[in-house]
């Protein structure tokens, strides 16, 4: 038996179905603001010592509980932070030596304790610079070797920079010959004896990275960590679209009722140059919120997320455990530890903090040149360990 319906009838089946996928696609609604955290970083804002803020408070599974939209990514134009918004995440860029060298780690390809000349010979010719009792300056040869650990950490004596970038640009010099330039200037101390920051150590852990894996640096992180994490915007060389949405740094200016404008001297332009410029593994990448919460919940839950695994879970407790020896400062291998979490945080003031034993993601996002960035951003810190407290208990 046939079943013939009429056009009325037709259209008003074919609506109701229309109305119910569109009901079954319809996006999710996006997360709440955190009244909390507007409170305490609004006046950041209406003082101008912050143009414009991004932040997301997330669970381990990858529910974003709160995210805070505040000010804007362009001042002169009116643009407002979005989403979108990228940044220039500075030194969280460490983040990813260290967990690089952990991978290879957990490979059974490199110790943490293996000395560097066994993976760049020339090294060999490190001296370090010490005072004698007239005065006189002095090389002395070294009384341990410099080790992937103390390169890590901050405690190889290195100075921050190496030498011949002061004269090409942080990031003018391929990483292979930023790593030997480092001989021309002698270690500060003795390896392991004191703590000094620094991103010369950072890109020579990353030339260790490409020795071993036979990758240049950007590669390795691609394929390792930003392709199969989803993180689609984190790269040295942001693209044209990526620029157009870079949030521009700003500080108070002298009279205190404004901002002055500021840049990305610290890098060379244009961005997107990649025949002239070249991985800055202590600060070169930019990133988004997106991204870096991405990164996040691989450390928070432990070195996995969806399913596959990136580092071991001892390879995350070392990356959570002070590692600078007798200095005991509170730094792993590229990452900074302080109240339970463990992270790092960027020179304009970009921060990830994670506390796997909470499950507490926090992204804090700002391109802030004036110093007022770490105030804020450890006042959101302490809120957001506050509201993610409260709506774990309230679900």
Known sequence: MKCHLSAGLFVTVSFTIFGV????????????????????????????????????????????????LLGYADIETKKSISENSTFWIASMTKMFAGASLMMLVDEGKVRLDDPVTGYIPQLEKWRVLEKGEDGVQLLKP????????????????????????????????????????????????????KYAYGNQGMNIAARIVEIVSRKPYEEFLQTRFFTPLGMTETTFWPNEDMIARLVTPYRLNPSKDGFVRGDFGYLKSPLNDRTYRYPEAGGGLFSTAHDILRYGLMLVNEGELDGKRYLSKEAIHVLRTEQTGETHVNYSLGYHLRNGMFGHDGAYGTDLSVNPDTGLTAVFMVQCSGGHQWEARDAFLRTAADVYAKAKTSR
């Open 21 to 68: 996928v569109t009901m079954l696609h319809a996006e999710e609604p996006s997360p709440p603001a955190s009244t909390e955290v507007n409170a305490v970083l609004q006046p950041y804002l209406d003082s101008h010592k912050i143009a414009g803020i991004s932040t997301v408070i997330a669970d381990k599974n990858g529910n974003i509980l709160y995210r805070n």
């Open 142 to 193: 070294l009384e341990q070797p410099v080790t992937i650990r103390h390169l890590l950490s901050h405690t190889s004596g290195l100075t921050g920079g190496a030498e011949i970038q002061q004269v090409l640009g942080n990031d003018g010099i391929p990483l292979a010959a930023r790593a030997l330039s480092s001989v021309t200037g002698p270690l500060q101390s003795q390896p392991g004896k």
